[in-house]
């Protein structure tokens, strides 16, 4: 039973195209989140979702666009893409804020060519 | 803003030693959350260990236990009786304890690459 899910785990594309990553959790979290790992393997808050709601937007490209369609789903949408946002992307969702552990999906890797 | 140091990018400890990885960490805030990720080579994101800083205790979880110094702003990782299944990134990370944005979001180190050597 997996708890957090990314689809796909891999995505190859080319400049200029447009793709999503969809996320689900089925722990019956309130919150989700968009994180951004780099080359150098560093880890960064995009988004956060509580109850639908967004929370946190941090500094992101507007291509960038998260959707939550339900408090069980969180889906990255980015458009035009471009060689720079090449990474793994990673889903987490949690209860609430306020130090509930976050747990991760098992993370998509995006490679722009 | 807060932020998170992990000052060793690779370390190393034979199978069965134990090892120390450090972390600081730099915030004006009282009431925070801390904890340990492991990243194995399949690339999952595994919690290890979370420490709530009002708590004087050290948390502990079964071979991994943390060294939390408030004061120092210093919360390092010891693992016991290394085992293979240990190599792994570990990274640090920093949660805040007040309401508001900034407990919706995990500040990262840079992770520590350990191997493990048989």
């Known amino acids: 039973d997996t708890a957090v899910s990314q689809t796909p785990k891999y995505l190859v594309t080319q400049m200029g195209n447009d793709k999503s990553i969809k996320c689900e959790q089925n722990?019956?979290?309130?919150?989700m989140y968009w994180y951004k790992q780099d080359s150098k393997k560093f880890l960064k808050i995009m988004f956060s979702?509580?109850?639908?709601?967004?929370?946190i937007n941090e500094t992101v490209p507007n291509r960038f666009s998260p959707k939550s369609p339900d408090k069980a789903h969180l889906n990255l949408h980015i458009n035009s893409l471009e060689l720079g946002d090449s990474a793994v992307y990673f889903c987490?969702?949690?209860?609430?804020?306020?130090?509930?552990?976050?747990?991760f999906g098992p993370g998509t890797r995006l490679t722009v060519t | 803003a807060q932020t998170v140091t992990q000052s060793q990018p690779e370390m190393s400890v034979q199978e069965a030693e134990t090892v120390t990885l450090s972390c600081t960490y730099d915030?004006?805030?009282?009431?925070?959350?801390l904890f340990w990720y492991k990243q194995p080579p399949s690339r999952q994101m595994i919690l290890v260990i979370r420490?709530?800083?009002?708590?004087?205790q050290n948390a502990t979880e079964n071979r991994f236990s943390v060294n939390f110094q408030k004061a120092a702003k210093s919360f390092s990782l010891k693992i016991s009786d290394s085992q293979l299944g240990d190599a792994a990134m570990y990274f640090c990370?920093?949660?805040?304890?007040?309401?508001?944005?900034?407990?919706?979001?995990?500040?990262f180190g840079k992770g520590t690459k350990l191997s493990v050597i048989p």
């Open positions: 915030t004006s805030e009282s009431d925070y959350y």
């Open positions: 979702y509580n109850n639908k709601e967004l929370i």
């Open positions: 990370a920093y949660r805040s304890a007040l309401a508001g944005a900034g407990s919706y979001q995990l500040t």
């Open positions: 420490q709530e800083a009002y708590k004087q």
């Open positions: 987490a969702s949690s209860q609430g804020g306020l130090g509930h552990e976050q747990y």
């Open positions: 722990l019956g979290h309130d919150t």
